[in-house]
């Protein structure tokens, strides 16, 4: 089948590889796109994350932690420009949704957008974010919100660059002394810092191993095609172990550890230990501004007439 150029630019701001590779994996994978990125790893053309640069979205973050650090919300409100997101009637606009959400029932966006808007109750929230909008003279958009509670415990949150990044942390304790909130908070940082996919191994999906598995084992063998099964088979359960001290927060090396070596887990543990209190971290949410969202690339002819040349 013939493949696009809209093809190869979807797969390259997917994986990172190059345009000419992208071309090949979606040739070789009858331009399927989900094998097109299993086939580009498995050959070590692909990056492990999409790059920071395709991500464009301007706009805020905002959290809104109730007095009793039991309950909270986050909301990420969009914008086109960065300039706007600087504008202080536009934060203390997006405080308010966030005060909004923690005060909501809604389920989903629909439910939110039709509620009373908390501020004015003659007006729902897609009222007031229109007349914004015409305030302001640029588009917006609520794109997403969480609300996030905790019975025996307390949470902590934290805001990166102004807005640009937003976590929560849920945290199951006994005590809400002074220590065990600035332990909350460095690991707050840790997650905006190091972006932990989950809080611990146990919420891994068995599917997800499996596949990393596949594609690792296919990569060992590339590597050294005339070694040993018991060496490939320690090549790949090396990697997956060190991926998973990256994608989970507790597995992951505290940034905060003067040795360089002490993990999450344990620095919890030791701050348990010193205030003789009970304290497990159970779960956190991250927003980050324009996450996943995509620049508009104007000059991607331009960029294949380049390779091309």
């Given at each position: 089948m013939a493949i696009t150029a809209a093809q190869v630019k979807e797969l390259r701001e997917m994986t990172g590889a190059g345009m000419m590779d992208c071309k090949k994996a979606l040739t070789n994978t009858d331009g399927d796109m989900d094998k097109a990125v299993d086939?580009?790893?498995?050959?070590?053309?692909?990056?492990?994350?999409?790059?920071?640069?395709?991500?464009?979205?301007?706009?805020?973050v905002a959290i809104h932690l109730n007095e009793d650090a039991k309950s909270a919300s986050i909301v990420e409100v969009n914008s086109e420009t960065d300039f706007v997101a600087k504008n202080e009637v536009f934060r203390e606009y997006?405080?308010?949704?966030?005060?909004?959400?923690?005060?909501?029932?809604?389920?989903?966006?629909?439910?939110?957008?039709?509620?009373?808007?908390?501020?004015?109750?003659?007006?729902?929230?897609d009222e007031k974010l229109k007349a914004m909008i015409a305030k302001?003279?640029?588009?917006?958009?609520?794109?997403?919100?969480?609300?996030?509670?905790?019975?025996?415990?307390?949470?902590?949150?934290?805001?990166?660059?102004?807005?640009?990044?937003?976590?929560?942390?849920?945290?199951?304790?006994?005590?809400?002394?002074?220590?065990?909130?600035?332990?909350?908070k460095d690991i707050a940082m840790q997650?905006?810092?190091?972006?932990?996919?989950?809080?611990?191994?146990?919420?891994?999906d068995g599917a997800y191993i499996e596949k990393e598995k596949e594609i690792l084992l296919a990569q060992a063998k590339l590597e050294k095609p005339d070694?040993?099964?018991?060496?490939?088979?320690?090549?790949?359960?090396?990697?997956?172990?060190?991926?998973l001290k990256e994608i989970c927060l507790l597995d992951q090396?505290?940034?905060?550890?003067?040795?360089?070596?002490?993990?999450?887990?344990?620095?919890?543990?030791?701050?348990?230990?010193?205030?003789?209190?009970?304290?497990?971290?159970?779960?956190?949410i991250r927003f980050e501004t324009g996450e996943g969202l995509e620049k508009k690339n104007e000059d991607f002819a331009a960029e294949v007439a380049a390779q091309m040349s």
């Open positions: 086939y580009l790893r498995e050959n070590g053309l692909a990056k492990a994350e999409k790059k920071s640069g395709r991500i464009a979205a301007e706009g805020l997006v405080d308010s949704v966030a005060k909004q959400v923690a005060a909501s029932d809604a389920k989903d966006m629909d439910a939110f957008l039709a509620e009373n808007w908390i501020e004015d109750s003659s007006m729902t929230v302001i003279g640029e588009n917006m958009n609520i794109r997403r919100f969480e609300k996030i509670s905790v019975e025996n415990g307390i949470l902590a949150s934290y805001i990166h660059a102004g807005g640009k990044i937003g976590v929560i942390v849920k945290a199951e304790t006994d005590s809400d002394s002074e220590k065990v909130k600035t332990c909350l997650v905006a810092a190091l972006t932990p996919k989950y809080t611990s191994g146990k919420e891994v070694a040993p099964e018991k060496v490939i088979n320690g090549m790949v359960m090396g990697r997956i172990n060190k991926q090396v505290f940034v905060k550890a003067e040795d360089g070596k002490q993990t999450v887990d344990a620095h919890i543990r030791e701050v348990a230990k010193n205030t003789g209190a009970k304290l497990e971290v159970t779960g956190f």
